[in-house]
């Protein structure tokens, strides 16, 4: 029961009634809405401050639907013991916990490792305390703190405010104490006393010694112990058993910790794939940039890689934590089948589609098929996918068994409920999970309604998400204003996660992308008619590099275009120096090109003012300074090594100009030489090899560089050897 109440004048019956009523909407309240805060150690004012913040925005939220009811405190982050030496900011939280404006909430205090010094206060300030096996509660006087002054006393009576348990609490931070148990005179209900005090033992009778305590040293409760004492309510070792003791939905802690929200949306469309992924990093970060911290994504994704959206999940799971961590809200208006089910799953809270009646023109939105996956995937690929989902899912604090139904039809899943002193528990099962549980331990579980029948494939629409604590919320339409609406939230604003997304985009529309494949050919049909051109070749050389990226998984993925341009660069470069004569199109394309590829892979966002733009210019620079520095070294290499003793080892000694005496002439090098300045008619076209027609004569030649048509008058303009070398005029 959340409130405890008063029977006033009006009669008995009239009070029954009321608290039945008013206790039934108080179990349905707490079944919908808790909150999970981390408690950071050690605990310092600001520890304090955020908390209290975070609770009171929860507390207080004008959407019963998100209010929260429950909060649960985990005293141990990451299953690190918590020691707190500082007296003051535990005495503020303890305060805050126990405040009359915290009357109507059920706080929980989580430990699952020791916790020790003042940390110790705000737990007992808690109406309930969960402790894992291997937990421990106390001492209060450790390394650090030294003995509590009378007025710190009073804060933990004050804070504990228990009479008949008082001792145990005394016991933690006074090794005088003599701990014993026994009955009180006045009703005989169980008390503790301390021995050493006449007032204590006065009240109580058939005392006997606590196991586990030691005397004259401050008390360590561990959980067994703790349990005996009632200081501790239950044991659980994680949040998801946290939640299943109390019948709670899924604990996940609230990302804002009290920040004032301020929204975003994006939506998510077409397959989930690594150019997904980065667009929305890079949506996070500009979120972050313009100090928003709620993102609400919009799923109208699918897709079957289900490990581009595992990887996307994590990113999404990642952006939570921290000074600047995000509550991500993922919206299903429609359906989120495949892989996109998998992105929600690391969202910080699901939300969908539910239309208000039973009948209406938005159908309720579903969440789980992953029928498209199935018949694409490898039987081996499935069973483990269905493995590392369901660990996924229950790290994120959602019932992994369900996405254990959705890819295995023959699975049956139960819902469990507890009987006896677990009363309050519910827990998703498998059939033979459930079996085994009975078992295991009789009279624990009993089995109630059946979520998925064998022999087809679970898929979750709107209603049972909700029941199961998988969505949520729900919203009457598949307006994202509806969802800002219910957290509360202003109209939620669009980033701008940068130029190359919206150049992706842009290339991927289907009129660009015919208007760059018929660009590509049409450069590759002139440069194979007029080879020697280049600029034909360069133009379809980037169309097609951009046709490929932009309708790749890689699209929007700046290294990869920047990889890509840097290769075409250097090809290009190649091409300049070993194939076509002189330095010309070709060279100086390579240049930039590459120099664009290395300014890419260093570019965070296209610059938008000239702050931005400097940093960018010098970057180039750098690039276009070193490759001059290259050349210049390599010049110099050239020109000295051959002089340098032992180093002009390293290089081939270049031939003579000079003939020497014993050089042996090529044959028809002297027939070749006759030949300078002789003209003459091009029998084939020169491509720029062919043969010329000298008189009588036909000789093989070579074009200066550009194509010469068959037909055509040339004349010879140089000799190497036989080699011969014409022009046309």
Request: glycine fraction near 8%.
């Amino acid at each position: 029961m959340l409130f405890s109440l008063r029977c006033w004048t009006g009669g008995l019956v009239p009070a029954i009634v009321w608290v039945l009523l008013f206790g039934s909407v108080a179990v349905a309240q707490e079944a919908n809405s808790a909150l999970f805060v981390t408690v950071q150690n050690p605990i310092t004012s600001d520890v304090a401050t955020r908390i209290e913040n975070q609770i009171s925005a929860r507390a207080n939220e004008k959407n019963e639907e998100r209010r929260a009811w429950v909060v649960v405190l985990d005293f141990n982050p990451d299953g690190k013991p918590a020691s707190t030496t500082n007296f003051g900011p535990c005495s503020d939280l303890a305060k805050f916990l126990s405040s009359p404006k915290m009357a109507g909430v059920k706080t929980i205090a989580f430990v699952h490792a020791p916790a020790t010094g003042h940390t110790v206060l705000p737990v007992l300030a808690c109406k309930e305390v969960v402790m894992s096996k291997g937990a421990a509660i106390g001492p209060v006087v450790v390394e650090g703190v030294p003995p509590l002054e009378v007025s710190e006393q009073v804060a933990y009576k004050t804070r504990f405010n228990r009479d008949d348990r008082w001792p145990i609490v005394q016991k933690m931070f006074d090794p005088n104490v003599a701990l014993v148990k026994g009955v009180a005179k006045s009703n005989g209900a169980p008390r503790y006393a301390d021995a050493n005090n006449p007032e204590s033992m006065s009240a109580i009778a058939g005392t006997a010694p606590v196991n586990g305590v030691q005397d004259r040293q401050p008390a360590s409760y561990p959980t067994p112990v703790a349990r005996a004492v009632e200081l501790a309510s239950g044991v659980a070792e994680n949040q998801r058993e946290v939640a299943e003791l109390f019948g709670l939905p899924p604990l996940r802690s609230d990302p804002l910790a009290g920040r004032t929200p301020d929204a975003y949306q994006w939506a998510l469309r077409g397959d989930v794939d690594g150019a997904m992924k980065e667009s929305v990093n890079r949506v996070i970060r500009d979120v972050r940039k313009r100090k928003g911290n709620v993102l609400i994504l919009i799923l109208n994704c699918g897709g079957t890689d289900l490990e581009a959206a595992r990887a996307l999940a994590d990113d999404l799971a990642g952006a939570q934590t921290g000074d600047d961590a995000l509550l991500i809200i993922g919206f299903v208006p429609e359906s989120a089948p495949d892989a996109a089910a998998v992105v929600a799953l690391g969202c910080s809270e699901i939300v969908m589609t539910k239309p208000k009646g039973a009948e209406g023109e938005v159908k309720e939105a579903d969440l789980g098929n992953f029928e498209r996956y199935l018949k694409t995937a490898k039987p081996s690929a499935v069973a483990a996918q269905r493995q590392s989902l369901r660990d996924f899912a229950e790290q994120r604090g959602y019932p992994g068994v369900l996405f254990e139904g959705m890819l295995n039809r023959d699975v049956e899943v139960v819902r469990a409920e507890g009987e006896g002193n677990n009363r309050n528990k519910r827990k998703l099962m498998t059939r033979s999970e459930f079996e085994t549980e009975q078992k295991a331990n009789p009279g624990l579980w009993k089995q109630g309604r059946v979520v998925k029948q064998p022999g087809k494939r679970l898929e979750l629409n709107a209603t049972l998400a909700a029941e199961l604590g998988v969505a949520r919320l729900t919203v009457p339409t598949t307006n994202v204003d509806e969802v800002c609406s219910a957290y509360g939230l202003g109209k939620a604003k669009s980033p701008d996660p940068g130029w190359l997304d919206k150049f992706a985009e842009f290339l991927r529309i289907p009129a660009v992308t015919v208007i760059l494949v018929m660009v590509g050919f049409i450069g590759l049909i002139l440069e194979l008619k007029v080879p020697g051109l280049t600029v034909p070749g360069i133009v379809a050389a980037v169309c097609f590099i951009l046709v490929f990226w932009s309708q790749s998984r890689f699209s929007g993925e700046m290294f990869v275009l920047a990889l890509l341009l840097f290769v075409l660069g250097l090809i290009l470069v190649g091409l300049e120096l070993f194939v076509l004569p002189g330095f010309g199109v070709c060279g100086i394309s390579g240049v930039l090109f590459m120099l664009a590829g290395l300014g890419l892979v260093t570019l965070e966002r296209f610059p938008q003012t000239w702050e931005e733009a400097v940093p960018l210019g010098v970057r180039i620079s750098t690039y276009l300074f070193a490759m001059m520095g290259a050349m210049v070294a390599a010049f110099v290499i050239a020109r000295f090594l051959p002089q340098v003793p032992y180093a002009n080892r390293m290089m081939l000694t270049p031939p003579s100009d000079q003939s020497s005496a014993n050089e042996v002439q090529l044959p028809g090098a002297s027939e070749a030489a006759e030949l300078l300045g002789a003209i003459g008619a091009s029998t084939t076209a020169l491509r720029p090899a062919g043969v010329v027609r000298f008189g009588e004569k036909f000789v093989d030649v070579v074009s200066d560089g550009g194509f010469i048509p068959s037909g055509s008058r040339v004349q010879v303009i140089a000799v190497e050897g036989t080699r011969i070398v014409v022009k046309e005029i």
